[in-house]
């Protein structure tokens, strides 16, 4: 499938992927020129638009719950039936088969920013992470599909990959020409269904490797340059909290709190009530906390040797640090003896009263972290302003 190249090459050697490179320069020069002049002559519908929009939407998905949280990272299983649209979607969305996807983004996590390494190292400048490195055959995006033997095994995997390009002209020509005939207009079906749509879903999804690499805020980890950017999540179908995702990557959610833009992981719990999904995969809450924790630590110490903040700081910060840690064990521990409790095996086994006890420990503690939250970001707000001392 793939030319090996003998000779290493430099970002400016590397030879050119033709194929791409006619693909991703011509569609979108048709997409903005064929799309407004047949809008303005013909006018589209809003059948034709809610086709277009029912269609992104199946790209995005097929990429973001199928491609991405399913087969790269493996956070949840799902029936062959979702998995067959999954792959109909991605070869829709001609984004690659889900081996070629699913083995580059391995690599990418596993040696993100390492520009010979990461096929999409957003340390190459954001026209390299977000679509230059398809465009040429560049050593540092060569498979050999040794980091998916898993996905090896699931026969619809398989069968895209043997049928791909039949998959790709099936979906993106085939498909929007018979619901644009069954409509009465084969050229506006093409037009919305099977260019603007194929133009606008591959930029949407590219910007994860481009934007949420470079623009945004890392309460996670700093050891990528993955952000967290909810304005991305809104174009992206919840893939925007990437600073969460690259440091939990095997969690099925990427905003993880319920107010979080993150359509993708609406679906998969969605899929796991109707009994299609299961084993959803997600990280403990008081990792989570750990995690943020120790980022607003180092941040704060950070900003304090910066100012060159006079006084004992140093030792109340890591005080205030310590004492937070010791409740969120605390309340991690009540939590799960809580849930433990609310399971069904045990129900039966424990008193009402019992049950009430541990019900009111966990509201204690959980309330008890509140509170030492707060005052964990009252200590660090005025240690680390100018001026310390003045909250
Ligand atoms: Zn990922
Ligand atoms: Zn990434």
């Known amino acids: 499938m793939h030319s090996s190249d003998q000779t290493p090459q430099t970002t400016d050697q590397a030879p050119i992927n033709w194929t791409n490179m006619i693909l991703f320069t011509v569609t979108p020069a048709l997409a903005v020129t064929l799309v407004p002049a047949y809008g ?31 087969w790269s990272h493996k956070t949840y299983e799902a029936h062959a039936s979702v998995r067959f649209l999954f792959a109909l979607g991605g070869a829709f969305a001609l984004q690659n088969d889900v081996l070629n996807w699913a083995s580059d983004h391995r690599r990418h996590h ?18 390299f992470s977000h679509i230059g490195w398809i465009l040429r055959h560049y050593d ?102 990437h600073n969460y995702h690259h440091t939990f990557q095997w969690d099925y959610r990427n905003g993880i709190r319920w107010w979080h833009f993150d359509p993708t992981k609406w ?26 924790l120790e980022r607003q630590f180092q941040l704060a110490t950070e900003k304090c040797e910066r100012l060159a903040v006079e006084g004992d700081w140093q030792s109340r910060l890591e005080t205030e640090y310590e004492a937070l840690l010791h409740t969120v064990q605390q309340w991690a521990e009540h939590r799960q003896a809580w849930y433990e409790a609310k399971g069904k095996e045990l129900q039966e086994h424990l008193s009402h009263l019992e049950k009430q006890q541990l019900k009111a420990h966990y509201l204690e503690f959980k309330y008890k972290l509140k ?21």
């Open 40 to 70: 303005w002559i013909y006018g589209f519908d809003a059948f034709e638009w809610a086709m277009f929009a029912v269609m992104m939407v199946f790209c995005g998905m097929s990429i973001t719950a199928g491609y991405h949280r399913l």
């Open 110 to 127: 596993q040696h993100v920013d390492n520009n010979d390494n990461d096929p999409y190292s957003a340390g190459r400048g954001f026209w």
């Open 371 to 391: 509170l030492q939250k707060q005052r964990w970001q009252i200590v660090v707000r005025t240690l680390a302003s100018p001026e310390p001392g003045v909250a």
């Open 140 to 241: 540092s995006a060569q498979n050999d599909f040794s980091n998916v033997k898993d996905l090896q095994r699931d026969p619809i995997v398989m069968w895209q990959h043997r049928n791909y390009l039949a998959l790709v002209l099936i979906m993106n020509i085939g498909l929007p020409a018979f619901i644009g005939f069954l409509h009465g207009d084969i050229i506006a079906g093409l037009l919305l269904g099977g260019l603007l749509r194929l133009v606008l879903s591959q930029h949407a999804t590219y910007f994860i490797n481009s934007l949420a690499h470079m623009w945004g805020t890392r309460p996670y980890s700093d050891n990528s340059s993955a952000r967290d950017n909810t304005l991305l999540a809104l174009i992206t179908y919840g893939e925007g909290y």
């Open 267 to 292: 679906l998969i719990r969605s899929l796991e009530r109707v009994g299609l999904a299961s084993g959803l995969k997600r990280c403990a809450p008081d990792k989570i906390e750990r995690a943020k």
